[in-house]
């Protein structure tokens, strides 16, 4: 069902390969999931509750261990090498950053010293200065606030200060989990704009975990249907956008289509797998 993604032209600089994911040695939640990201652009993981889009990305950012989960069949490669099952640390090192979702800013430090702490292991000082002025370029609200304490940041802050600390430390791919999550619409649009405003201009290559398929969708260069532990459907953005299935369950709205989700979801699955 997975097709890899020529259409993106560019290189996959990632790719995972068939993986299946077990938490504490029996609990199976990713069953053979494959997914191909090129150089610079913006993919989508799409899908549900409890789709495994988290496990995706800890799989892919080493954060699986932590909590006591493994790769056990396939492997994902960075760069053309394997990084599957290994440290954190080394994938970090490596260029890949996950933006958690919940954020998981330090609420005790001022908003500078969280972006200080996204360069811990640089020690070009006058570049890290500077990449603090980029941060604040990207996002003024946090230059306003500069010297609070990220605690009292708002939610929409809070996330704009996880995305800053992320680029602090110049990585080469970022994962975002969930970066909408629990934020206003208004907030959400902006937040979204400045992802791609940063795709755009660092060139920064993205994976994106959302349940607003909506806006997702619209800045990705392709995307990624997950139920149930595995793709259901991939495809570039009109493709997806313009899907009948996908139109219906993510990204309509409105009581008919809630009253209905059962039903289409059945109907959906039928069809895809
Ligand atoms: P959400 O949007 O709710 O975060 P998701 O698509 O990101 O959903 P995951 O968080 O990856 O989904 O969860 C996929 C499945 O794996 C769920 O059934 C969940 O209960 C299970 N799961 C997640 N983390 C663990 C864990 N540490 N131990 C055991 N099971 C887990």
Not at 87 to 112: C, L, S, Y
Not at 136 to 154: I, K, Q, T, V, W
């Amino acid at each position: 069902m997975s097709r890899p993604a020529e259409e993106m032209t560019a290189e996959p600089v990632l790719s995972v390969n068939n993986i299946e994911v077990v938490y504490d040695d029996v609990i199976l939640v990713l069953r053979g999931v494959s997914l191909e990201v090129a150089q610079g652009r913006i993919v989508a993981l799409l899908g549900a509750n409890g789709a495994g889009k988290s496990t995706t990305l800890k799989a892919i950012s080493g954060l699986l261990k932590t909590e006591d989960g493994e790769v056990t069949r396939g492997n994902v490669t960075f760069e053309g090498e394997t990084v599957s099952n290994r440290p954190a640390e080394e994938i970090v090192r490596r260029g890949i950053f996950q933006v958690m979702e919940g954020r998981r800013i330090v609420e005790d430090m001022t908003v500078t010293e969280n972006l200080r702490l996204g360069a811990f292991t640089r020690r070009d000082k006058e570049a890290v200065r500077a990449d603090i002025d980029m941060v604040f370029d990207y996002f003024p609200r946090l230059r306003e606030r500069a010297n609070g304490l990220a605690g009292y940041l708002s939610g929409g802050e809070q996330q704009m200060l996880a995305i800053g600390r992320a680029l602090m430390a110049r990585p080469k791919m970022l994962l975002l989990d969930e970066p909408s999550m629990g934020l206003s619409p208004l907030l959400v649009k902006e937040v979204f704009s400045i992802i791609g405003k940063i795709n755009r201009e660092q060139g920064l290559t993205m994976l994106l975990v959302e349940q607003n398929a909506n806006y997702a969708l619209r800045m990705a260069d392709y995307g990624y249907i997950m139920e149930s532990g595995k793709i259901v459907l991939d495809g570039t953005r009109e493709e997806l956008m313009n899907n009948e299935d996908v139109k219906e369950s993510y990204l309509g709205g409105g009581e008919e289509r809630r009253s209905f989700k059962n039903l289409k979801s059945y109907k959906r699955r039928k069809r895809w797998l």
